[in-house]
């Protein structure tokens, strides 16, 4: 079963404009992170921030997490066409095996 | 420096048959973690293999099994096959019991008749 909620499921915009993506979980985590996944391929990591963090950057991103809402947001500043992709976020439950749960998606589409 | 490989890229089954997927992992990494991902949706968590043993498992039938070998290489292997095992089949790998992102290969691609 899925842990967490992407919201929205799809995003269309223009280059050069920002996107912002939310996702929510259900249950307690050591850390969540963020992936993409380009049609076809196999995901590739962006950005995991800590159940103790709050907020988070790496280039034109910027993740925040709030653990009392167990959500968590990813913004992209100045998108691009090479941004167009599926965002998933993954949560890693406190203890036990590193196992990522995944959320449904998010399917961006940046216009040129 | 070698990500993570998944052998083959492609396979066609017939329901009731067996299959058997292949991943070596990213140079260092001893851990293998496996996913099926459905047409549109995320990633499920299948198992993950350490130290040649099944750490973790998700929700699937004994229909899934696996196997590490002593160079962190790892295989999937499905019997049964049903039409609802359609789907990409992700390995990804990482570094023990750190907690550190997954690097993931591209998949294999299962279509079953």
């Known amino acids: 079963s899925q842990q967490g909620e992407e919201d929205p499921q799809a995003l269309s915009i223009q280059e050069g404009e920002n996107a912002t993506m939310n996702c929510s979980y259900k249950t307690s985590i050591n850390n969540l992170q963020w992936y993409r996944q380009n049609s076809g391929r196999g995901l590739v990591h962006l950005i995991l921030i800590r159940s103790n963090e709050r907020e988070k950057h790496s280039g034109r991103l910027r993740v925040t997490l709030d653990t009392s809402k167990k959500s968590s947001s990813l913004l992209i500043t100045a998108s691009r066409a090479a941004d167009t992709a599926s965002y998933f976020c993954a949560t890693v439950p406190p203890q036990g095996a590193q196992k990522l749960v995944f959320g449904q998606g998010t399917r961006l589409t940046i216009n040129p | 420096d070698a990500g993570v490989t998944q052998s083959p890229t492609h396979l066609i089954k017939t329901r009731g048959q067996q299959v058997t997927l292949r991943c070596s992992p990213k140079?260092?990494?001893?851990?293998v973690s496996w996913y099926q991902q459905a047409l549109g949706q995320g990633p499920q968590f299948i198992f993950q293999?350490?130290?040649?043993?099944?750490?973790q498992r998700g929700n699937f039938p004994d229909r899934f099994s696996g196997h590490q070998f002593p160079n962190y290489s790892s295989e999937l292997n499905v019997n049964a096959l049903l039409l609802g095992d359609s789907a990409l089949y992700l390995c990804?790998?990482?570094?023990?019991?750190?907690?550190?992102?997954?690097?993931f290969g591209d998949g294999t691609r299962l279509s079953i008749l």
């Open positions: 140079s260092g990494h001893d851990t």
């Open positions: 990804a790998s990482s570094l023990g019991r750190s907690s550190q992102p997954q690097h």
């Open positions: 293999y350490y130290e040649e043993e099944e750490r």
